[in-house]
């Protein structure tokens, strides 16, 4: 870099390096946040120089691991068990599209971090100016804060089904945040430690889900035609919402900026094309198996819930439920039970005798504790990517919880538990609402030669990314509209369609946006920026091309 400045605030008139776009920052000037990357973890030579190595592959596992515990949140377990109790077998080939369809969007998130060194809320900061990129932080904040009022609801859920109802919901809302803090801090043991107690928790919700579906014994054959023949029959509106619904669940927006993120606790020397192409084929791999497991975990609960409930009534003269359940169960809707969110351990213990219930709980704290501290980290990758933040680990955590868990908080000590499963609906909508504010930048980013050079999307995964990014949206939207006409309010119609004009607009211009000017200046601007500054951060400043700017700690 070079230039004159006037002290702090000095603006730096040019920009020039021979240091390549791949190469990471120098090792003495570390990262830019110390949000998860105290330390790195170092990548083992192969010396034979083998297309597959276990070694590399367990140094690179973790991210994939972390991530995929966005699709065992307690959403996506409520998602699964209301498609089971309403459609039966007959949406697991929707769950299965939905994960691949997933597990692609989190290749090309991870191929961005690894590629550019930066996560997804940098690059964005880098590429949007002002105003756009405020609103896009604003519309990802709000997906995270539905995310994590679900993933908190649903472990205080667990700590009151835990405690035989003797600590109330906004008590078990209390105890998760407060854990949440604890467990926040294990990286400071070690970053592989820290993936472990993930590992753990992974693993206790495949033991106590994997001991419903062997206590329940659901039909496998109908689970075979379920996963594999892509037909609803006798299907009416539940069941399609439902299966937008799973949608909608499996994939999250902030889950794309998290993996960007995280794949950058990895020893990656970007300016051998060979290690960062090797590094993004042992992330996929990863991401696969990851992304294997939560969907048997996710296959566990939606045929539990449909061998349990399926076409079954609240009515034990009915051939239904005894009198334990019958105060538990919702109406009767197409032939299947709604379960009210809090209930659902009930219904089972009622169902399938006490242990049922209690490794049920086990199984939804595992998940909802477990979601709750990657939520944080998303909230802080995000906060600190979009606004630059510059302080210290505590007051990032404590800031980030707050805005997410205060809601959470509010609802827990007045909403009516059976009122559970509406909110759960319209958090989902929320969420779906914010999906395009991830999918088009990293579809936009990762198909640009200028920032991924010779990683950049070919033109089958720029159309088929578009065609998927298309039809996802159009999916969620078609959810939304749903949800919207059910309120049958005319001024809630008219507000919908006002917002909805906001709403498209501002896809629109994400859609719209080109590259940030010459690929060179964008790549001397990428790269500089790649190594933090201790005065200066880099923005894209408008009409004025790529300048400098001071530090001043939230910096927009």
Not at 180 to 209: C, H, N, P, Q, S
Not at 447 to 474: E, K, Q, T, Y
């Amino acid at each position: 870099v070079s230039g004159e400045s006037g002290g702090l605030g000095g603006v730096v008139s040019t920009i020039s390096s021979s240091r390549s776009p791949l190469q990471p920052p120098d090792a003495d000037e570390g990262e830019p946040f110390t949000t998860y990357f105290d330390s790195k973890i170092p990548i083992p030579e192969d010396e034979t120089h083998s297309c597959f190595s276990f070694r590399k592959l367990w140094a690179f596992t973790g991210p994939g691991f972390l991530m995929s515990i966005a699709y065992l949140d307690p959403g996506n377990i409520e998602s699964d068990l209301q498609s089971g109790a309403v459609a039966g077998f007959k949406l697991l080939w929707v769950l299965m599209l939905a994960t691949i369809i997933g597990l692609l969007l989190q290749r090309l998130a991870a191929r961005l971090g690894v590629v550019t060194g930066l996560h997804l809320a940098e690059v964005c900061h880098r590429q949007y100016q002002k105003f756009p990129r405020i609103i896009l932080w604003l519309m990802v904040e709000l997906a995270i804060i539905g995310s994590d009022m679900q993933e908190v609801i649903g472990s205080a859920i667990a700590i009151n089904l835990l405690s035989v109802g003797k600590i109330p919901l906004w008590g078990g809302v209390l105890i998760t945040i407060a854990d949440t803090f604890v467990f926040l801090f294990l990286d400071k043991y070690g970053l592989r430690k820290l993936e472990a107690f993930f590992g753990l928790l992974i693993t206790i919700m495949a033991l106590t889900f994997g001991y419903e579906y062997i206590t329940v014994k659901p039909n496998q054959e109908k689970l075979l035609q379920g996963l594999f023949i892509p037909y609803c029959r006798d299907c009416g509106t539940p069941q399609l919402e439902q299966a937008v619904g799973i949608v909608g669940a499996v994939i999250m927006p902030h889950n794309m900026y998290l993996h960007s993120a995280l794949v950058k606790s990895r020893q990656v020397n970007r300016a051998d094309k060979r290690e960062v192409r090797e590094a993004n084929k042992y992330f996929f791999i990863e991401s696969c198996i990851a992304l294997f497991v939560s969907f048997i975990i996710n296959i566990f609960v939606v045929t539990v819930f449909a061998e349990a409930f399926f076409n079954k009534t609240n009515s034990p003269s009915l051939g239904g439920f005894n009198s334990c359940a019958d105060v538990a169960l919702g109406d009767v809707i197409s032939g299947g039970l709604a379960v009210p969110s809090p209930l659902q351990g009930v219904v089972l213990g009622c169902y399938f005798g006490p242990a049922a219930l209690y490794i049920w709980a086990i199984g939804i704290l595992a998940a909802g504790q477990s979601s709750t501290m990657t939520g944080t980290y998303s909230g802080q990758f995000v906060m600190e990517g979009f606004l630059n933040l510059r302080w210290s680990r505590f007051a990032r955590v404590l800031l980030t919880r707050s805005i997410a868990v205060t809601p959470t908080l509010f609802v827990a000590i007045f909403q009516d538990v059976e009122h559970l499963t509406g909110m759960n609906d319209f958090l989902n909508v929320l969420m779906s609402l914010q999906l395009p504010f991830a999918l088009i930048p990293v579809l936009t980013f990762t198909s640009l030669p200028s920032v991924m050079h010779d990683f950049a999307n070919g033109l089958f995964w720029r159309v088929a990314g578009g065609l998927l990014i298309l039809l996802i949206c159009a999916i969620n939207m078609y959810f939304v509209v749903a949800y919207v006409m059910a309120l049958n309010h005319l001024g809630l119609y008219i507000g919908a369609a006002v917002l909805s004009v906001v709403y498209l607009s501002f896809v629109a211009y994400l859609v719209s946006q080109a590259p940030p000017g010459p690929p060179s200046s964008w790549e001397k601007t990428l790269e500089q920026c790649t190594a933090p500054l201790s005065l200066s951060v880099c923005h894209r400043g408008g009409n004025h091309g790529m300048a400098m700017e001071p530090q001043d700690g939230l910096g927009l």
